[in-house]
């Protein structure tokens, strides 16, 4: 992990030039490469590199020694020489022997979307979870591709693509990285299954969990602070929230819920990343509901609305009970609201409107609601009358010869756990 002075001393000398190439296989892929290279600009800057140029090329293919084609190679290097730029950074994946190529021909720094963005998560990480995650997803990501990282792994304090494992690390031999691979699937088994008896504790206390999901940078955390009157970290950056966060939410009703911050999800998101942070991304695959936060005011909202739901879909969670918060509606113009979906499941909001914000709250109370039951429970059955309080709120209580009335707004999740136990106490 990069101390302050380091990331300060990186972001003054990481200067880049983004390179995207377009093959015909990216076309297919639906991916947009307009809006994934305007995304790799955000990375950069994220990472506190500056932008100084960006090149992109049309190829049915990636070249095999270049990647892209060695014409353009020349076209980079021109570019390189002439703005004084110390990394070239690819839109793409690159293998091993396509980087040492390149590294031989530009004589800078080269780094591929990839590990862009397992250097701003090595940047970001906090927690020991966090930190064993981002190191696993480097080494397992670096294994297959050493020979391909000498100009990286030879500059010293070099910024983007060396902080989190260390060069010591990745010189040595690959038993030794495959030994510290596995030592660090071990700590992340132990820290998983930490967290895993957490989240059962917290179930079998009967809370409630509620899951915020969307897209880096859809304005999560500053949700999750304002409904709970917290201070998470926030930032206007990719990936400000890596490790989640949870917190309790008070709902109109006086009940409580917990509240969880999720870290964020971007398109092309690196294999190893989605496998090594799985154990994260599982409070998702917990949660009661879904709260699904979009930047309503993005130009690319529903491609990243689509890459949500893909990973969802991963993870399988995308069949829970989801509401679609569309976010930043203060951003929008009034036709840009306009085209967004309404109704049942989707909100038009602002974090910082305090009515909206209600309106979030009581819309999460309706949707875990079961409705209204009323149960007639034998005034000698203390224990059922204990467990009618567990399942819902009791709106209503009355006495009928030896029976007590209850009129009750179920919460799905609480009834789910102990509602057999009144099936037959249903007053039709």
Not at 241 to 264: C, F, H, I
Not at 312 to 318: P, W
Not at 325 to 340: G, H, I, S, Y
């Amino acid at each position: 992990m990069a101390n302050k002075t380091h990331d300060t001393v990186s972001a003054l000398e990481d200067k880049a030039i983004l390179v995207s190439l377009v093959t015909d296989s990216v076309k297919r892929s639906g991916i947009d490469p307009e809006e994934s290279l305007q995304e790799l600009v955000q990375l950069a800057e994220t990472a506190g590199v500056e932008v100084l140029d960006v090149i992109t090329q049309n190829r049915e293919t990636p070249d095999s020694k270049w990647f892209i084609g060695k014409g353009k190679v020349e076209e980079l290097r021109m570019a390189i020489d002439g703005l004084g730029a110390s990394t070239a950074i690819f839109d793409q994946e690159l293998s091993g022997a396509q980087v040492r190529n390149l590294e031989e021909a530009l004589d800078v720094k080269i780094i591929d979307r990839t590990q862009l963005i397992l250097d701003i998560f090595a940047q970001r990480a906090k927690t020991r979870e966090g930190i064993i995650q981002v190191e696993l997803a480097q080494l397992t990501y670096l294994l297959p591709r050493l020979s391909g990282h000498g100009k990286n792994l030879s500059r010293l304090g070099g910024g983007i693509g060396t902080r989190g494992p260390g060069e010591s690390k990745l010189e040595t031999d690959r038993r030794h990285i495959r030994d510290r691979i596995s030592d660090l699937k071990r700590q992340l088994d132990e820290v998983t299954r930490h967290r895993k008896l957490h989240r059962e504790r917290r179930k079998k206390s009967g809370a409630i969990q509620v899951a915020l999901v969307g897209y880096t940078n859809a304005g999560k955390s500053t949700l999750l602070n304002r409904l709970t009157a917290s201070d998470v970290y926030v930032e206007n950056q990719l990936f400000a929230t890596l490790d989640p966060t949870s917190r309790v939410l008070e709902l109109p009703s006086g009940k409580e819920v917990v509240l969880t911050d999720t870290v964020g999800f971007i398109q092309n998101l690196p294999h190893d990343l989605i496998a090594a942070f799985r154990a994260t991304l599982e409070e998702a695959n917990e949660a009661d509901l879904i709260l699904h936060v979009v930047d309503a005011s993005s130009t690319m909202r529903e491609s990243q609305m689509d890459v949500v739901q893909s990973i969802l879909e991963d993870l399988g969670a995308a069949e829970k009970p989801q509401i679609v918060l569309f976010n930043k509606k203060d951003a929008c113009q009034p036709e840009q609201l306009e085209m967004l979906p309404s109704g049942d499941g989707y909100l038009k909001i602002s974090a910082y409107d305090e009515a909206d914000l209600n309106t979030v709250r009581e819309v999460i109370q309706d949707r875990l609601s079961g409705g209204n039951v009323r149960f007639r429970i034998p005034a000698d059955r203390g224990d059922l009358h204990a467990v009618v309080y567990r399942v819902g709120d009791v709106l209503e209580q009355s006495f009928d010869e030896n029976d007590l009335i209850y009129e009750v707004r179920i919460n799905t999740a609480d009834y789910e756990k102990s509602g057999y136990l009144l099936e037959d106490f249903i007053d039709k």
